[in-house]
């Protein structure tokens, strides 16, 4: 998934830019997928069994099932490939979805990092349902240490919802498993911003928080190095001049940006109610719908609207969050997304889907301040009227001064953790300081 894959390439250009030699590896299926990967680090594949990536697989569960056999034998063989190259492998990070990994780093007497790419509020809900403490599906209130007390809404859809997704409760609790024998665990996020949830979290685990993950060049004023140019892997093509071109002749802080992310899908009822909360805020809009969502459309909205708005199938979401025209972000609120506007300061409309969503726009509307979440009824869905108010809310409304400067406040905040001495720079150090150490030892 893109949204796993670029968190941790943009944190090995960090490890990189400290002296650590890394060696980025992803699936043979995805390795062909992607649109660019540029950049000197080299990459190299191990397979999940499926020619066609986990879309070919009958089920989640028979993938993640293969995808532990022949990937555990996979990485075993490139391990060795590696040690054989005169440099040998001394730790490996995972993603926390490929709890396997730890057994394999085991049997070569590797240092092992754990990598989450959500917060650390969702990590902390995961946690207690691994323990036992929380039993799903949610229907009360619950309040868990370091957090603020969350309604069942607010929690991942795994865990209010199971039965909608069959397996993948199962997958994202069983991150924790063993999770004590990883010697390090690592959060794309930055102490400041979920401090209490951090403090809680780092006791009970080797937990460091060492994000926002996002391309340097959008977190520091100094140039960026040239081999650190890119925005990060693309799933799709993007269509970056007429997006740019379109946002030129905007107004400062006069457009909306529409985006759901390269997973999240809208029923054809739904986007019709987005389409119509757009259209009604009356606001100039760069919206992305994949090409395989277009269908879902009202009919004649493009030509309609044309004169407001652009309609593209991708983007790079970076730019365009980081254009002055933009003055606000109608988001599914996965983290990236999250993390990315954060970054950026764009206030936010929080229109959460599934997964880790809806903790996520909790803690945008009711926690960070920087936007506003749009009602929904007990079955998750909302109406255009609310989109449009919720849009007019942020962009005239009287929240409008308090979201804009609470937003840019976070973003300084978020610089301030990336850049030298900064909390999240040091944990960076402290982990590649073990490393050196290590490979000495």
Known sequence: MQGHINPMHQFSKSLVSKGIKVTLVTTQFLFKSFQQLSGSMPVETISDGFEGGYASAESLEAYFSKFKKVGSETLTKLIEKLNATGFPVDCIIYDAVMIWVLDVAKIFGLVTAIFFTQSCAVDNIYYHVKKGVINVPIENQVSLPGLSVLE?????SFVHN???YPGLLDIMVNQFSDIEKVDWVLCNTFYKLEEEVIEWMSKQLRLRAIGPTIPRKYLHNEKTPEDDIDDGLQMFKPNIDACMNWLNEQQEHSAIYV???SLAELDARQMQELAFGIKQSGKHFLWVVRASEEYKLPRGFVEETSAKGLVVQWCSQMEVLAHKAIGCFVTHCGWNSTLEALCLGVPMVAIPICTDQGTNAKFIADVWRMGVKVDVDK?????GEMVGHCIREV???KKR???KTTSKRWMEMAREAVKEGGSSDISINEFVASLTQHSKS
């Not at 069942?152 to 991942?156: K, Q």
């Not at 079955?379 to 109406?383: A, E, L, P, S, Y």
Request: glycine share 18%; charged share 25%.
């Open 259 to 261: 985006s759901f992310g």
């Open 152 to 156: 069942p809404l607010d929690m991942p």
């Open 162 to 164: 199971p039965g909608l």
């Open 401 to 403: 001064k308090e979201i």
């Open 379 to 383: 079955n998750g869905v909302f109406k």
């Open 395 to 397: 962009m005239d409304g």
